[in-house]
Each structure stands twice: as structure tokens, then as C-alpha cells.
């Protein structure tokens, strides 16, 4: 019987696909477990996609060079200093791809589990740096891997945790291959490593359209880096790598930044009010930079992988999806629970209070 997998690269054949958060197809779930945002992106984005459909006979802008243009201005670079992708994931992709070499690509445990998968794509090694038992960060252990490439993730998923500027200062003063500062939730979060771009020429700032500016369904993401770098990132993307309605979209939804500050900082005051009512449980919580909170369920005073998976499967049944990651002993005992809006975050409380009882 015919197998394509025989015939494909040795290395492929033991890689698992990520797996994305559960996307249910009817509209009655609460959906909680993707990080999206819950509110609706500005209107300005429907009506630049409109005007966007009747150019779909042309080609777009290889380079998406307007939307280029609106973001070096917007984070006052250089446009040489901005990269778009099909979303962030695309940009991390092409990372891995122009820059995996012979040396080991590295990231943090625990953080987005995407990495492995692309490093796998590629068919090279990555290498994991553990967080300490508090979730800092082990400076020495990241100076001396070695490699190439690292990823870390800020602020991290699932943890929430933002690692502060004064932290990659230090690392960036001893590590010398490209390091890659992943900020998809960094609108969420107090500090940026944007600052520091300018000051270390290795670092690569990524950022996405799909959380703070709710355009996960258009693919939009992008990397803020020296020029050098974005000059490499532009050899090996497709020719025409984001198609031309999800640059307009993305390019409206950037400019509306009224829109913008309004959703998010209501996003910011629900993550700190929500995370009061987890408190008042006595439930561990991170800190967190991002638009979820990641925390651990108590039954009295026990908490464990079983606690934490009663109360996943309990809110499904409700229909509400949260995040649980079993595979691994720092996430096991906890939910990752994205913030919905307030209807939303009501009826989780709500169908935790029936669980606690
Ligand atoms: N980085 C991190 C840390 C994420 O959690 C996500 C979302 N899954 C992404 C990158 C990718 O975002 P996107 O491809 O939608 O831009």
C-alpha cells in the first residue's frame, strides 16, 4: 500500500504536528482555552478589507511594504527594521529556517510548545532551558548553550510571566547568536524589548495581530530586528507571503489606536479583577503580562494533574474550553484561562463555584 511517509524525510517521520487549542464549530461554547481576543477588531478593519476585495486581481505588495511603513513609524524604526508574516508563527517559522545551523536551536521549558514543531520541520535539535523552581531565568545556563538561535517567550506562555528588560540585558550582554524575544501578548504587558533593538543588533522583537488587535483569523504577524537580519528573513519567506486583504486589515486595525487602547486596557483591568475572585480561593496564580491567567485549582487544599483535569472537564461539560497541559510537571496542576469578556468570565466563575461545591 502506498505511504507518503516512506518516501518523505527520514527525520519527518517521528514528529508530531502541533496541536492547536480545541476550535469548536458551533457558536454556544465560551471559549476560553486559544488566547483570543474576546471583542470584535476595530471597524475600520471591515471597511479597508472591503475596499481591499476589489484590488484581489493584482498581486499584493510582496513585502507588505505599506504595512511596513505604518509599523516602523508606529514603533519609530527604521521600515528596514520591520518583517511581516502569515502570522507570527510564519516569522518564528522563518526564523528556524534561515537561522537553525549546526548549533542547537534553544528555548525556555516551559514556553510555546510551536518551537520544537518548526525546529522538527526543519529536522534540527533544540535544546530546552529550564525555568528555576520560581520561574526565573538561569542567565548562565542560556549564555553557555551554545546556540544559534534562542527562543524566549515574553511574556511566556502559558505562565503569563514577562521577563524584565533588566533580565534580557544581562543575557543579551553574553550570548551572541540570534535571540529572539517572542511578544505576542506584550501589549498586555508593562515593559517591551523593543527599547532594546537599537542597543543589541542580535535581537529580533516578534509580534502578532491576533491577540491585542483580534485578527487571529486574518494571519498577521511581524519581527522588529536590525536590518541585517530582516534583510536574511526576506531571502527565505514565499514571494507573496501575506496575501492583500490581511495586510489592509491589519494595516486599519494598527492605525485605529483609539480602538485599540480601549480593548486592551479593558482586557488588563478583567485579567486583575478575575484574578482577585482565583485568590479569594486561595488558588496559586502567575503574575500575568498577558490576556489569560494561568492558575491552580484547589480541592481544600490538594491540587495536583486530577484536580486540575476535573475542573477542565467539569467547565467542558458546562461548554466552556479552557487550556490544561498535562504532558509536563510545571503545568500539569494548572488551567490556562484566557479573558472573555465579562459575560463570559461571569459564567466561568459561576460553573467553578458549582465545581468548588
Ligand atoms: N507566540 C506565542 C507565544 C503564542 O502563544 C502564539 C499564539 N498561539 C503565537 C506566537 C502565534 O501567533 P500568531 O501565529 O497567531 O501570530
Not at 176 to 183: A, K, L, N, P
Request: one cysteine or more.
Amino acid at each position: 500500500m502506498f505511504n507518503a511517509s516512506e518516501l518523505a524525510m527520514p527525520y519527518l517521520r517521528p514528529l508530531q504536528a502541533y496541536a492547536p487549542g480545541e476550535q469548536p464549530t458551533e457558536e454556544n461554547w465560551v471559549k476560553l482555552n486559544t488566547n483570543e481576543n474576546p471583542y470584535p477588531p476595530s471597524p475600520q478593519v471591515d471597511a479597508a478589507i472591503q475596499k481591499a476585495i476589489g484590488l484581489l486581481r493584482k498581486y499584493p505588495s510582496p513585502t507588505s511594504a505599506p504595512l511596513r511603513t505604518s509599523l516602523a513609524r508606529h514603533f519609530k524604526l527604521g521600515a528596514d527594521q520591520v518583517f511581516v508574516g502569515n502570522g507570527s508563527d510564519d516569522v518564528l517559522n522563518l526564523l528556524v529556517r534561515a537561522f537553525s545551523g549546526d548549533n542547537p536551536v534553544a528555548a525556555m521549558q516551559p514556553s510555546y510548545s510551536l518551537y520544537p514543531v518548526l525546529t522538527g520541520i526543519a529536522g534540527k535539535q533544540i535544546v530546552h532551558i529550564p525555568f528555576g523552581d520560581s520561574m526565573e531565568v538561569d542567565i548562565d545556563a542560556i549564555a553557555n548553550s551554545d546556540a544559534n538561535l534562542f527562543f524566549m517567550t515574553s511574556p511566556n506562555a502559558p505562565t503569563g510571566l514577562a521577563i524584565p528588560n533588566t533580565i534580557l540585558r544581562e543575557i543579551l550582554d553574553r550570548f551572541s547568536g540570534i535571540f529572539v524575544v517572542d511578544e505576542a501578548y506584550a501589549d498586555f504587558a508593562d515593559e517591551s524589548a523593543v527599547e532594546l533593538l537599537n542597543e543589541y543588533p542580535n535581537c529580533v522583537v516578534t509580534r502578532t495581530f491576533s491577540k491585542s488587535y483580534s485578527l487571529a483569523g486574518l494571519r498577521v504577524g511581524f519581527a522588529l530586528a536590525d536590518p541585517s537580519t530582516v534583510a536574511v528573513l526576506d531571502k527565505v519567506r514565499d514571494s507573496y507571503n501575506v496575501d492583500g486583504l490581511a495586510q489592509a486589515g491589519a494595516q486599519a486595525a494598527l492605525e485605529d489606536q483609539t480602538y485599540f487602547k480601549a480593548i486592551t486596557e479593558k482586557i488588563i483591568r478583567n485579567r486583575e479583577y478575575y484574578r482577585t475572585k482565583f485568590d479569594a480561593w486561595g488558588w496559586f496564580t502567575y503574575k500575568s503580562s498577558g490576556n489569560f491567567l494561568f492558575t491552580r485549582p484547589l480541592i481544600g487544599d490538594r491540587f495536583g494533574a486530577e484536580i486540575a483535569k476535573s475542573l477542565f472537564d467539569h467547565l467542558k461539560a458546562n461548554k466552556i474550553l479552557v487550556r490544561h497541559f498535562p504532558k509536563h510537571p510545571d503545568t500539569c496542576a494548572f488551567l490556562r484561562i484566557s479573558i472573555g469578556t465579562e459575560d463570559e468570565m461571569e459564567s466561568l466563575i459561576e460553573a467553578i463555584e458549582s465545581w468548588l461545591s
